[in-house]
């Protein structure tokens, strides 16, 4: 029950199912996120560490970057089968195709401070 609640808990939120999809394009570090949902770094974190918490994205760190991403290959079942149909919702959603668009556009090298 536990684990359902968390990840019900995480999808409560609109930026994060709006981060949730832009991960689906590919891995993005915190100022991309930062950058193409227009929020504070601050609020940015916490969403990440909301979807953290539920297991639904995960950090690696490469480098100088720490990217974000899906986590596809997650043993959790509610996961497991979210994350195949989200991938199918939202795709006409203006806001969501506009991130998607950010997301082919944005370079990190001119956003991102070392």
């Given at each position: 029950?536990?684990?359902?609640?968390?990840l019900f808990k995480?999808?409560?939120?609109?930026?994060?199912?709006?981060?949730?999809?832009?991960?689906?394009?590919?891995?993005?570090?915190?100022?991309?996120?930062?950058?193409?949902?227009?929020?504070?770094?601050?609020?940015?974190?916490?969403?990440?560490?909301?979807?953290?918490?539920?297991?639904?994205?995960?950090?690696?760190?490469?480098?100088?970057?720490?990217?974000?991403?899906?986590?596809?290959?997650?043993?959790?079942?509610?996961?497991?089968?979210?994350?195949?149909?989200?991938?199918?919702?939202?795709?006409?959603?203006?806001?969501?195709?506009?991130?998607?668009?950010?997301?082919?556009?944005?370079?990190?090298?001119?956003?991102?401070?070392?």
């Amino acid at each position: 029950m536990e684990q359902c609640l968390t990840l019900f808990k995480a999808l409560s939120d609109k930026n994060r199912i709006r981060i949730i999809k832009i991960l689906e394009k590919r891995p993005l570090c915190v100022c991309e996120i930062t950058t193409i949902l227009n929020l504070a770094c601050s609020t940015t974190s916490k969403h990440l560490s909301v979807l953290k918490k539920a297991k639904l994205i995960f950090e690696q760190k490469e480098g100088k970057w720490v990217n974000y991403y899906l986590n596809k290959a997650t043993m959790n079942p509610y996961i497991k089968e979210f994350l195949p149909m989200v991938k199918r919702w939202l795709n006409d959603d203006m806001i969501i195709v506009r991130d998607l668009r950010k997301v082919d556009k944005i370079n990190r090298n001119e956003i991102c401070k070392s």
